[in-house]
T-cell receptor
Framework: QKEVEQNSGPLSVPEGAIASLNCTYS??????FFWYRQYSGKSPELIMF????GDKEDGRFTAQLNKASQYVSLLIRDSQPSDSATYLC??????????????FGTGTQLKVEL | EPEVTQTPSHQVTQMGQEVILRCVPI?????FYWYRQILGQKVEFLVS????????KSEIFDDQFSVERPDGSNFTLKIRSTKLEDSAMYFC???????????FGDGTRLSIL
């Protein structure tokens, strides 16, 4: 059974601080890694994706991948109240030549406090 | 920015009835997916579709479920005889290639009475 694990939170950070969200996955064959943001009652919104070991930065967001440790993280710098949401880690399996399903974690609820 | 569109936004149906959920994927995308999310639970994969056929399906996607691409733009999910436990948000997603990011529609909230 391929699993993606996240701490459900809530993770509370003050406005302007760095929020650090973590995710581990069980399938060593996983190829692609995604972070989605989901506001309550809404659909998942793509925030970041990463394919290779190391860091990838986009604006206030940095995704970090360590395939040896089967670990993905998302850093949010200068956190804003509008960042308050549930952050979903999703992992894509071995490329089969067809569509690739995403396996989601349960999500981490982030609260950015004024 | 191109987006995935889903209709209806909310569907209320009696148990045992058939429902069809509709999706228009992003126009240059080749891979299509359906996911569902039961209230308070994680997003779960149902089925992926490529080149006019199912490429992968989950255990949830049993004989009561089917997908179709009836024309060049629509992608549908049919549930033949709905059960109470089918109540959930159903999300359609699409991607350019199988390993690339999947973009989600706003979802259809399905309520089975």
């Amino acid at each position: 059974q391929k699993e993606v694990e996240q701490n459900s939170g809530p993770l509370s950070v003050p406005e302007g601080a760095i929020a650090s969200l973590n995710c581990t996955y069980s399938d060593r064959g996983s190829q692609s890694f995604f972070w989605y943001r989901q506001y309550s009652g809404k659909s998942p919104e793509l925030i970041m994706f990463i394919y290779s070991n190391g860091d990838k930065e986009d604006g206030r967001f940095t995704a970090q991948l360590n395939k040896a440790s089967q670990y993905v993280s998302l850093l949010i710098r200068d956190s804003q109240p509008s960042d308050s949401a549930t952050y979903l880690c999703a992992v894509n399996g071995i490329l089969t030549g067809g569509g690739n399903k995403l396996t989601f974690g349960t999500g981490t609820q982030l609260k950015v406090e004024l | 920015e191109p987006e995935v569109t889903q209709t209806p936004s909310h569907q209320v149906t009696q148990m045992g009835q058939e429902v069809i959920l509709r999706c228009v994927p992003i126009s240059n995308h080749l891979y299509f997916y359906w996911y569902r999310q039961i209230l308070g639970q994680k997003v779960e994969f149902l089925v992926s579709f490529y080149n006019n056929e199912i490429s992968e399906k989950s255990e949830i996607f049993d004989d009561q479920f089917s997908v179709e691409r009836p024309d060049g733009s629509n992608f549908t999910l049919k549930i033949r005889s709905t059960k109470l436990e089918d109540s959930a948000m159903y999300f359609c997603a699409s991607s350019e290639a199988g390993y690339q990011p999947q973009h989600f529609g706003d979802g259809t909230r399905l309520s089975i009475l």
